[in-house]
């Protein structure tokens, strides 16, 4: 099977647009859905994104996600940060088993 | 409203046993895929388990390929995880999630297995 590989963490200040990206190892990213999920401390995870670009209901559109075939990866983009956007952010994706990335940790200061 | 809430979990001896249940409400469960999920200590999220709606068809992750099985009670609404010669690195918090085709939309609280001598 392929593996996701995220950045461990990043950091923005608020108001501003940070990128987490979601690199897959083999296979064709756009070959299966890429879908993001938020995790708070001590929660469970919540969707941010699915099928790659699609936002659930109660999501802000503050949150976009992508794929680009060229870097065969995905991105989750987050703009007009605020302070309760911080969090672990994990891509997640599907071949003949279910994946997820290793989580990016967003701090916002 | 949905809700899915685990229980089962503890403090268990490496070789020993132990089954997770996750009890669902407020959807039709037999319509969804369910799928078991975990975190170490201050790890990311791990897949581990599988099942369709009908419950024939599991998949799991190599890890746990041979110890671990997933089932599921349409009658009780509840999909459950028989975990077999655990061992240190099984230790988790255990989620259980809906499948709506795509994404894991709903997801429960965790349980928390430990195992230790």
């Known amino acids: 099977n392929f593996m996701l590989t995220q950045p461990h963490s990043v950091s923005e200040s608020p108001g501003k647009t940070v990128t987490i990206s979601c690199t897959r190892s083999?296979?064709?990213?756009?070959?299966?859905?890429v879908q993001w999920y938020q995790q708070r401390p001590d929660s469970a995870p919540t969707p941010v994104i699915y099928e790659d670009n699609h936002r659930p209901s109660g999501v802000p559109d503050r949150f976009s996600g992508s794929i680009d075939s060229s870097s065969n990866s995905a991105s989750l983009t987050i703009s007009g940060l605020k302070t309760e956007d911080e969090a672990d952010y994990y891509c997640?994706?599907?071949?003949?088993?279910?994946?997820f990335g290793g989580g990016t940790k967003l701090t916002v200061l | 409203e949905v809700q899915l809430v685990e229980s089962g979990g503890g403090l268990v001896q490496p070789g020993g046993s132990l089954r997770l249940s996750c009890a669902v409400s407020?959807?039709?469960?037999?319509?969804?895929?369910m799928h078991w999920v975990r975190q170490a200590p201050g790890k990311g999220l791990v897949w581990v388990s599988h099942i369709s709606s009908d419950g024939i068809d599991t998949k799991y992750a190599d890890s746990v390929k041979g110890r671990f099985t997933i089932s599921r009670d349409s009658a009780k609404n509840t999909v459950y995880l028989q975990m077999n010669s655990l061992r240190a690195e099984d230790t988790a918090v255990y989620y259980c999630?809906?499948?709506?085709?795509?994404?894991?939309?709903?997801w429960g609280q965790g349980t928390l297995v430990t195992v230790s001598s």
């Open positions: 083999s296979g064709s990213i756009a070959s299966n859905y």
């Open positions: 407020g959807f039709t469960f037999n319509s969804h895929w």
């Open positions: 997640q994706s599907y071949d003949t088993t279910w994946v």
């Open positions: 999630a809906r499948d709506v085709g795509v994404e894991f939309d709903y």
